[in-house]
């Protein structure tokens, strides 16, 4: 099978849609607006509590009067999102699993005959749960993180709500949500299946480079799969498909997502170079790098009880508690309210929850309860 892949918002769509009209809608695994199949269907296809269940069909079912009002089609405009269809099927998110529900799918895709190879989208973070044994090839996009991270944006504003005073409005339109987060974590669990399945052949595009010169990169495509007539599809990549522009949106994470892109462009280069330990090498570096506890990227997960409030926080309070007087008498009058002896309490971000600290500036459980800075 010839997987198409890439992190979300990459390309992975027109991809698919230069395969459909390369082997036509017959070899590819998935519908082009699947998410319309999946709304008529209804929720009760999905495993979600009956509360979030209930809650959600009361909001599509106010977006429904609005775009009633607006003369506008009912349903999400997933057109409008991705005009040429996203040709997805249930293992392009989760990846390609057994599954006794799925296993006519699974049939589809164990074909030696490559004239009857079936072409299925996989995107980043599928790849890694993915059995590698049906995987024969790869066609991986890849894209700048600030050019994804709008596109995603983009995506999701699409819920508009009525005012009281009769007037319409997309309630994401005061509110920035562009970034890297979800590149970073994808673009990781790509490279941890490159690093697992190194004898899986991919070739490498990049989405700025298919826009601009499509005849190069399908040809490039067509060496590499060996088969399909590439020129069928020069028509399909059309550059209004390109309407995600880098931004500059601020975001402690940017450092962290330029150094998984770089170092992920690095290691395209080394693969075309047929320099295989040399782009293994790449992989190893993002996996490591991102391990580490310091990244940014880590931070904003990292959370941890506090003993004097009771209430589980986060670096960016603490460093709050410790800097701010009018922060921490808030905090000792929670703690206070809740009955809690602050002062024989320590302070877990002083006795080494500070990755900003080194280790022998810690201070000792004892140390930090004599200390206490709340008492000042």
Known sequence: MLIISG???????????????????????????PQEKRNKKGDEQEEVP????????????????????????????????????????????????????????????KIEDKDEMTIC??????????????????VYMVRHPRAVAKSQERLQRGFDVMHPDGTMKNIFDDLVIHTPEM????????????????????????????MSDPKKELDDIQK??????????????????????????????????????????????????FDRSKEMDCYREIVRYLKDPKRETNREKRHWPCFRTGQTVSEV???ACTKNPIVRENFKKHSES????????????????????????????????KTNFWSN
């Not at 970073?184 to 070739?203: G, Q, S, Y």
């Not at 931004?247 to 280069?269: G, H, M, N, R, T």
């Open 317 to 319: 309070q603490c460093n």
């Open 183 to 210: 590149y970073i974590k994808v673009t990781e669990e790509a490279a941890r299946f490159f690093l697992n399945n190194k004898d899986i052949p991919v070739h490498f595009v990049h989405f700025e480079d298919l």
């Open 50 to 109: 009956e509360g979030v269940s209930a809650i959600k069909k009361h909001m599509v079912g106010k977006q429904e009067v609005v775009l009633k009002a607006q003369g506008k089609e009912v349903g999400r405009d997933f057109k409008d999102m991705n005009p040429n269809g996203f040709w997805e099927c249930s293992f392009t998110v989760r990846g390609i699993r057994h599954s006794t529900r799925e296993q006519h799918l699974l049939d589809q895709l």
């Open 121 to 138: 989208k996989v995107v980043s973070q599928g790849m890694l749960a993915s059995i590698p044994d049906y995987i024969d090839k790869i």
């Open 224 to 273: 590499f799969t060996g088969f399909g007539d590439y020129s069928k599809a020069y028509d399909v990549v059309s550059a209004k498909l390109n309407r995600s522009k880098h931004q500059d949106i601020p975001s402690k994470l940017w450092p962290d997502a330029e150094f998984v892109y770089e170092k992920f462009c690095e290691a395209v280069k080394y693969s075309r170079n």
């Open 338 to 369: 809740m009955g809690i002896e602050w002062e024989m309490e320590p302070c877990a971000f002083e006795c080494g929850m500070d990755l900003d600290k080194e280790k022998s500036e810690y201070l000792s459980i004892k140390e930090s309860i």
């Open 7 to 33: 992190c979300p918002r990459s390309g992975t769509s027109v991809q698919m849609d230069i395969h459909r009209a390369v082997f036509g809608e017959e070899r590819i695994l998935g519908a082009k607006f």
